[in-house]
């Protein structure tokens, strides 16, 4: 056995490695000295953050808590928010205990603190006011209110300024561990280095066989892995053309059996439709020595068909005579699948490009017809294979090849698209008819410029003629509108004339009957029989019932009318003036109101607003079943610029299938004995809310009754 010993070259490099490695040791132990002071400092940022997590979630507690007392009352509520409270400025000392290294922190620490105190002050307040009776003011509740934004801006602010901490305490850590890992890299592979160089400087030779050896073992086996790895299918045949070697792949994509493969077992995997070519040119390839190639179809394994590409080139020996074929064979299905679709696309694209009634074009850069259809070329009357060539301004006729010229040397100036325009000419000169076209052009470009021109020519002459034609008939049509406007709104004059006179003429009768009717049961009434008293009694209460109805008539006419003013109205105002008015009413049927004051202002008309709301309170205090006091409900709201008033009743309610033709002219429910009236009010509520842009719908009332939404545009 051969006997190795040190020389002095490697006694020195030993002495260097060790010194080396000592040196990258220190540097390393240093790194994670550094690495876990950093790490520390990173853990101590979270635990900030998580304190003040925690402080924020006890005050939410507390908040909920204090909340569910003020509620509930539940005693329950109020131990649990007394233990949130409790539980948050020990938390707050301890954040303020871990960074007491951040003069920053601490100061925002400070009215942090402060807030919470005030936070909590303001809350244990209200629990005594809530144990007192007393129930909160606004003001202490917008003071809780601001409290809390100010505690929530405090915290995002501590959390903010430590989570940079944590960021840049991160950044360290990242950093320090590359440079650990850096360092631990530098000193194994100088470590590494320093042993390969030992070793080689001890055992040159051995190392130098060793080489050669696992050099051969790499690259058969690389060639093995390549070989079965490969998706192609490499194989070799002998100089007269007969399969020796091939690849596992093949077997298993075409199922044949491994023996059944070499020599021409192969070609029985190919179509029988292909297989007399693809031996042909084998044979051929073969003879000749030229490389092979060619493209053909197997059955797969699965029963499908695939395409498949073979090539093989022959190797010669130094006289040049063939010694081996070698080829590879490839799976090209999904390549040829795509070639016979694009091929079946551009065939249908090329039917429609001679099928459709455009005129298609191809422009050169010369702005010369390079390929047209012939919608394009009867438009020119030319043959096809005349135009090719040809400008496009001049395979057209003058008039509209003139006009293109000018939309063409803009394209090529700005090389934008030009889609949509419009020409119009007389194609021949002698001729009075005009044509239309819709023409777009669309350039192609690429890095070194225009490339061409797709031109797109479409005879639009009969829809441009039915287009003036639409045009005359719609000028006609506003005309005839303007007169039959003009003749309703006569009809519309006399009619009010019509109505006011008639009013008029309906309420003297009236009055005399109601007079005559009146001085009967005055100076006759202790003469009369009972049922003659009652007679007389209903004529006046007929004639009354007449001349309210006369007036509701007049109120809604002159509602769709009238000209209105909108402008500001205080609600509290006009319902104020609405109750002073059915003061009697409101006594004699003992009805109770529940009104939420303040109510907004809306942009309206103060005449038309009283009216609707004594309409609907009206209705509130008549609609009640016998025996039962009115009650109603009068609360409004604002929801950005819309007003919404409601007026809710413990009356007799509507049934939901009524609620949309309760707002026609003289639409009752409920006959005139039990319920009078005239069947209006609730249309000149519909009308007059529609006249000011608003709206009014009804809603359920729970316990019965009925509530009346009014939606109407808030004031400025």
């Known amino acids: 056995m051969k006997k190795f010993t040190l020389r002095p070259p490697v006694t020195i490099a030993t002495i260097l490695s060790l010194v080396v490695l000592a040196a990258a040791l220190a540097v390393l132990a240093e790194g994670i000295r550094t690495q876990s002071g950093s790490f520390r400092w990173v853990v101590h940022t979270r635990e900030v953050l998580e304190n003040v997590q925690s402080t924020i979630a006890h005050t939410s507690d507390a908040e909920a808590a204090q909340r569910g007392f003020l509620l509930t009352g539940s005693p329950g509520f109020l131990a649990n928010y007394q233990q949130a409270r409790d539980a948050v400025l020990p938390q707050v000392a301890e954040v303020r205990a871990l960074t007491r290294d951040n003069p920053r922190q601490q100061a925002a620490l400070r009215d942090f603190e402060d807030a919470l105190r005030a936070r909590f002050d303001l809350l244990e307040r209200v629990v005594q006011e809530k144990q007192a009776g007393r129930p909160p003011t606004l003001a202490t509740l917008e003071s809780g209110r601001q409290l809390k934004e100010r505690i929530l801006a405090l915290a995002t602010s501590i959390r903010a300024e430590e989570q940079h901490l944590l960021r840049e305490r991160q950044a360290r850590v990242e950093e320090g561990r590359r440079e650990l890992i850096a360092a631990f890299a530098t000193t194994a592979g100088t470590g590494i280095a320093l042993v390969v160089m030992l070793w080689v400087l001890s055992s040159r030779d051995a190392a130098r066989l060793l080489a050669r050896a696992q050099a051969l073992s790499e690259s058969e086996a690389n060639y093995r892995y390549t070989i079965e790895l490969n998706p192609q299918i490499p194989w070799r045949a002998s100089a007269a053309g007969a399969i020796e070697t091939f690849s596992d792949r093949w077997v298993s994509l075409t199922?044949?059996?491994?023996?059944?493969?070499?020599?021409?077992?192969?070609?029985?995997?190919?179509?029988?439709?292909?297989?007399?070519?693809?031996?042909?040119?084998?044979?051929?390839?073969?003879?000749?020595?030229?490389?092979?190639?060619?493209?053909?179809?197997?059955?797969?394994?699965?029963?499908?068909?695939?395409?498949?590409?073979?090539?093989?080139?022959?190797?010669?020996?130094?006289?040049?005579?063939i010694v081996a074929w070698y080829g590879l064979t490839e799976d090209i299905h999904a390549r040829k699948e795509s070639e016979l679709a694009l091929g079946r696309r551009l065939a249908q694209i090329e039917t429609i490009y001679r099928a459709v009634p455009v005129g298609l074009g191809l422009l050169d850069p010369n702005l010369r017809l390079a390929e047209l259809n012939d919608a394009l070329a009867e438009l020119g009357s030319r043959p096809k294979r005349d135009m090719v060539g040809m400008a496009l301004t001049s395979a057209l006729p003058a008039p509209l090849g003139e006009q293109i010229r000018a939309?063409?040397?803009?394209?090529?100036?700005?090389?934008?698209?030009?889609?949509?325009?419009?020409?119009?000419?007389?194609?021949?000169?002698?001729?009075?008819?005009?044509?239309?076209?819709?023409?777009?052009?669309?350039?192609?470009?690429?890095?070194?410029?225009?490339?061409?021109?797709?031109?797109?020519?479409?005879e639009v002459t009969q829809i441009k003629a039915a287009q003036r034609k639409l045009i005359e008939a719609n000028q006609l049509l506003e005309q005839r509108v303007e007169e039959r406007t003009a003749?309703?709104?006569?009809?519309?004059?006399?009619?009010?004339?019509?109505?006011?006179?008639?009013?008029?003429?309906?309420?003297?009768?009236?009055?005399?009957?109601?007079?005559?009717?009146?001085?009967?049961?005055?100076?006759?009434?202790?003469?009369?029989?009972?049922?003659?008293?009652?007679?007389?009694?209903?004529?006046?209460?007929?004639?009354?019932?007449?001349?309210?109805?006369?007036?509701?008539?007049?109120?809604?006419s002159r509602l769709s009318r009238a000209e209105l003013r909108l402008e500001r109205v205080d609600l509290g105002t006009v319902v104020r003036t609405v109750l002073r008015d059915l003061e009697a009413q409101i006594a004699e049927s003992g009805a109770r109101f529940d009104l939420a004051w303040p109510l907004p202002a809306v942009q309206g008309n103060a005449t038309i607003l009283v009216q609707i709301v004594a309409n609907l309170l009206t209705n509130a205090i008549k609609f009640v079943d016998q025996g039962v006091t009115p009650r109603i409900a009068i609360s409004g709201s604002r929801d950005g610029r819309t007003v919404r008033l409601l007026i809710s009743d413990n009356g007799i309610g509507i049934a939901p299938e009524h609620r949309e033709h309760v707002f026609g002219v003289f639409e009752r429910l409920h006959g005139h004995e039990r319920y009078p009236g005239t069947g209006i009010g609730l249309a000149i509520v519909k009308k007059g809310l529609e006249r000011m842009d608003g709206t009014v719908r009804i809603r359920n009332r729970e316990g019965g009754g009925t509530t009346f939404e009014l939606a109407m545009q808030a004031a400025d």
Request: charged share 25%; glycine share 8%; proline share 4%.
């Open 255 to 321: 199922g044949q059996a491994r023996e059944a493969v070499p020599g021409s077992g192969w070609s029985s995997a190919v179509l029988p439709d292909d297989r007399p070519a693809m031996l042909q040119a084998w044979a051929q390839s073969v003879a000749s020595g030229e490389p092979f190639d060619f493209e053909f179809r197997i059955h797969a394994a699965g029963g499908q068909v695939r395409w498949m590409r073979s090539r093989a080139a022959p190797r010669r020996d130094a006289s040049g005579a």
């Open 407 to 458: 939309v063409l040397e803009q394209l090529v100036r700005d090389r934008r698209q030009v889609s949509g325009i419009e020409f119009s000419s007389n194609m021949d000169r002698d001729s009075v008819r005009q044509r239309d076209w819709l023409a777009s052009f669309y350039p192609v470009l690429d890095g070194a410029g225009l490339e061409g021109v797709v031109v797109a020519l479409l």
């Open 487 to 556: 003749r309703i709104a006569e009809a519309n004059a006399e009619l009010r004339a019509f109505a006011h006179t008639v009013a008029h003429d309906l309420r003297a009768p009236l009055r005399n009957v109601e007079g005559f009717s009146t001085a009967l049961l005055e100076d006759e009434g202790e003469r009369m029989s009972a049922d003659g008293r009652m007679f007389a009694e209903r004529i006046v209460a007929a004639v009354v019932r007449m001349d309210r109805l006369i007036t509701d008539l007049l109120a809604y």
